[in-house]
Structure formats: C-alpha cells, structure tokens
C-alpha cells in the first residue's frame, strides 16, 4: 500500500493552493482519507477528513480550517483533494494523508486510528 501526496508549495496570505494525495495497493473507495498537518514546533494534527463509500463519505474538518478548506475524493482515480482557500500564515505545515477502514467518527482525528500513511507535503504561507 501507498499513499503519495503532491502538490502544495508556497502560498501567499489570502490565496489558495490545492494538493492530492493518490493511492496504490488498496481497495480505496473501503477507506477513509484524512490530512492531518504539523506545524513547526507543534504536534500533528486532525485537518479534514472524507469517509469511505460505505460511510456515505461525508467530510468532517477542523475548527481551524471549517470554511476555508474543501477536501474531496475521486474513487475512480484513487485520489483525495485537499483545497485550501484564504491561506493564513498559520497553515504554514508538512500536511500529511492517511487512510484507514472502519474508523467511526470520534475517532477520525486520531492518528492511531490510520493504517497507512504518505509522506508528508510541505506548504509554506507567506504572509
């Protein structure tokens, strides 16, 4: 199994920048996808998150991001779009996705609740 995210970069304050992240090796559509990010200094943490098909694939975010990001999955291409809108210094973090199967919904922000991991992408805010 793999998870490869791309995308990201520098974006300025107020601006938008989006990034994927696609899998290999596992029955996508069974999963839930979930960015989590970690900041300079901080630990990581719940971003957005995309149920599976069977979950009805509803998305759930974060306070910080709610109204700001958009996160969205393609089954047929195997690949979770995270949008974000209205860049804030503050977002500025390696953001990372995760996959895993049957997590219910306290669970999603927990990272030991995710089978697989990709690398992380860094995204940079200017301010």
């Known amino acids: 199994v793999q998870l490869q995210a791309s995308g990201g970069g520098l974006g300025q304050a107020g601006g938008s920048l989006r990034f994927s992240c696609v899998a290999s090796?596992?029955?996508?559509?069974?999963?839930?996808v979930t960015w989590f990010r970690q900041a300079p200094g901080k630990e990581r943490e719940f971003v957005a998150a995309v149920r599976s098909r069977s979950s009805g694939g509803t998305r759930h975010y974060a306070t910080s991001v709610k109204g700001r990001f958009t996160v969205s999955r393609d089954n047929s291409e195997n690949l979770v779009y995270l949008q974000m809108s209205s860049l804030r210094p503050e977002d500025t973090a390696i953001y990372y996705c995760?996959?895993?199967?049957?997590?219910?919904?306290?669970?999603?922000?927990?990272?030991?609740?995710?089978?697989?991991w990709g690398r992380g992408t860094l995204v940079t805010v200017s301010s």
């Open positions: 090796g596992l029955t996508f559509s069974a999963y839930t």
């Open positions: 995760a996959a895993g199967r049957g997590i219910v919904l306290s669970s999603l922000s927990m990272e030991r609740a995710y089978d697989y």
